[in-house]
């Protein structure tokens, strides 16, 4: 009896931590959809230094950059639909709200906005996968709370220590808030890593 216990409690147990990939393998042609705002762009680096970029080489999938400086996530929202359906991505990786938190918006606008990005590529079932953005102070750099909601509301995976780490190391920064191209190559890195992890690649 005590070893039936046993078995049936390590069974239990493994199962809690072995955690089932989020998604599928991309096909051999599947777009990789990179949207958001500067820190997609690559502003600190040259082009082919963005993290799209780097991950394209990483991944062997054609990965497009969608990133443009400035952009706040209302002005993203509207943005990113017809984006879905010119390149029918079949993973979007979401990497927003950085300029609302910068410029003290409302972030209960920015989770709603981003709930609804993560809703428009869910109704394509397209993958997705979430970066947190560092909501900045004076002693500690963490991904602001809206984003693991924002993930935990709609099941898609998201990393919420890249962003903050890269953005805490000046070596890797190319000022206050973008990473220069060693940054970018973290960010792709990392990210590629996620995919693996998560099934996509």
């Not at 359906?85 to 709200?97: A, M």
């Not at 003290?104 to 953005?133: C, D, F, H, T, Y």
Request: hydrophobic content about 45%; proline content about 5%.
């Amino acid at each position: 009896m005590n070893k039936i216990l046993i078995f049936v409690i390590t069974l239990f147990l493994f199962s809690c931590n072995s955690s089932e990939p989020a998604y599928s393998k991309l096909s051999e042609n599947g777009v990789i959809l990179a949207f958001g705002d500067s820190l997609t762009y690559g502003t600190g680096a040259a082009p082919e230094n963005s993290y799209p970029a780097q991950l394209s080489k990483l991944s062997g999938h054609t990965v497009i950059n969608a990133g443009i400086p400035g952009e706040i996530s209302q002005d993203g929202l509207g943005r990113l639909p017809r984006l879905l359906d010119k390149h029918n991505p079949e993973l979007l990786i979401l990497i927003h709200g950085a300029n609302d938190i910068l410029r003290k918006m409302p972030l209960e606008v920015a989770q709603s906005n981003l709930e609804a990005m993560v809703a428009l590529a869910q109704q394509r079932n397209i993958k997705v996968l979430l970066l947190g953005v560092p909501k900045f102070n004076i002693l500690v750099l963490n991904s602001a709370s809206f984003y693991k909601q924002v993930a935990e509301a709609y099941k898609v995976p998201v990393d919420l220590e890249t962003l903050p780490s890269i953005i805490s190391q000046s070596s890797l920064k190319s000022d206050m808030v973008h990473p220069n191209s060693d940054g970018y190559a973290v960010m792709a890195e990392n990210i590629f890593k996620w995919l693996k992890k998560e099934g996509a690649l």
